[in-house]
């Protein structure tokens, strides 16, 4: 089967061997997800939702005739797998090579483009991202991402209050990227 997420608000997670959980994915409404068991035979994550949700279920067969005789839904979908595929890329490289801090700007800049919304001077978080969840999504641990977001606050990049939107200065995280990114070239070229 694959899903369609009509209504709400889905994460995609794995588990690592350790037992941590990690968010691979972020799915709102108009999304369909579930559909990579398909390369593999298997599930290899699970569905977790993050709100109330109404999901519909397709048989992969239903989907792949819907497709079949729909081109703009199938250029749709793989316009969507195409994203994702990026997607995993990024993450990839930015866990690899990046600091936990530089991961977390990264990970706040996406979630402001892909769920954010103009709040005066700020972006406005649609969803509540919890500090465990931005842990889970950049490998980090929860106390560490308290400690980063609090350094991000006190320069003004952020604010955020218990219970409510993460409110973000996407020029500004944009900003600090580009100064760890030089800062980093420095070190690479001094040999230090």
């Not at 279920?57 to 081109?71: G, I, K, M, P, T």
């Not at 931005?134 to 218990?162: D, K, W």
Request: contains cysteine; aromatic residues 8%.
């Amino acid at each position: 089967s694959v899903f369609y997420l009509r209504q709400g608000f889905v994460k995609l997670t794995s588990m690592t061997e350790d037992g941590r959980e990690l968010i691979l994915r972020l799915h709102q409404a108009g999304e369909v997800f579930g559909e990579l068991c398909h390369c593999t035979g298997e599930r290899r994550e699970q569905a977790v939702a993050m709100e109330e949700c109404e999901i519909v279920e397709l048989s992969f067969d239903e989907f792949v005739a819907h497709l079949q005789s729909n081109r703009p839904a199938f250029l749709l979908f793989l316009s969507n797998v195409a994203q994702q595929l990026s997607a995993a890329y990024d993450q990839i490289q930015t866990l690899s090579f990046n600091s936990t801090m530089e991961r977390l700007v990264r990970t706040l800049g996406r979630l402001a483009d892909e769920f954010g919304e103009p709040d005066g001077e700020w972006i406005r978080l649609t969803h509540y991202f919890r500090q465990d969840d931005l842990a889970q999504m950049i490998g980090a641990r929860r106390e560490v991402v308290s400690t980063l977001l609090n350094q991000l606050r006190e320069q003004g990049l952020i604010n955020y209050a218990r219970k409510d939107g993460l409110l973000l200065r996407r020029a500004g995280l944009d900003r600090f990227l580009v100064s760890a990114e030089k800062s980093s070239a420095s070190l690479n070229e001094s040999g230090v």
